[in-house]
């Protein structure tokens, strides 16, 4: 983290410098907090770059650091990287400067220029990821999943909401049930397995409200 932070306060130094020439190298160093040496041999570089650069490119040097960083942090967060989200992402930024679109094999020319991006890229394909993919596999698990039984009860059941406390030592107390009814039943108590010290109490709804969770 602390290395692209650097990187980040470099960037920033060197547009900064770029937008106001009176700025001195050694003022934009102690500002961003960056080695003065190194941002001076960045600037160097950076014009060096970009009397070479040629005017085939669609991106600035800025805006590919930028894309490539990018691609790198969806990589690391779990989202692997596709062509066109590659193509999309600079399309955006060309937008903003009312710019042409890149074509279509531009993000393919763009990926095999960066080492570290090749090899997010050139993943070899997982045979049992490969596996999860096959129509043959998936509707037979669709089948599979279309003869279970919809319901495992006879019918004759009702809804009932519980109250249960319990502690990190494992101590709980009795557990509060609530049925919809008016009255006690009998075989509540006589025909349920229900421990002697669960509380049942009949309400409208089986929910609870303020005067069901005081008692």
């Not at 060096?48 to 490539?68: C, D, G, M, Y």
């Amino acid at each position: 983290m602390e290395i692209h932070s650097k990187e980040a306060r470099i960037v920033l130094a060197i547009e900064t410098i770029e937008l106001n020439k009176r700025l001195t190298i050694r003022k934009a160093a102690n500002y961003y907090s960056v080695p003065r040496s190194t941002l001076f041999d960045r600037i160097q570089d950076r014009s060096n770059i970009a009397e070479n650069r040629p005017k085939s490119h669609n991106l600035t040097e800025l805006e590919e650091e930028v894309l490539i960083q990018y691609i790198i942090d969806m990589d690391d967060r779990g989202f692997a990287p596709k062509l066109n989200s590659v193509e999309d992402m600079a399309n955006y930024m060309l937008e903003t400067q009312g710019a042409k679109k890149v074509g279509k094999l531009w993000a393919h020319r763009f990926v095999k220029q960066y080492s570290e991006l090749k090899i997010r890229f050139n993943r070899v394909y997982n045979f049992q990821r490969a596996l999860c993919e096959d129509p043959e596999l998936i509707e037979e698990w669709f089948r599979l999943v279309s003869n279970i039984s919809k319901a495992i009860q006879s019918g004759n059941r009702e809804w009932a909401t519980a109250i249960i406390c319990g502690n990190g030592e494992g101590e709980t107390i009795p557990s509060f049930l609530m049925v919809q009814g008016q009255y006690h039943l009998s075989n509540w108590y006589t025909e349920s397995d229900f421990p002697a010290d669960w509380a049942i109490k009949p309400t409208s709804n089986r929910w609870t409200n303020n005067e069901t969770g005081l008692e």
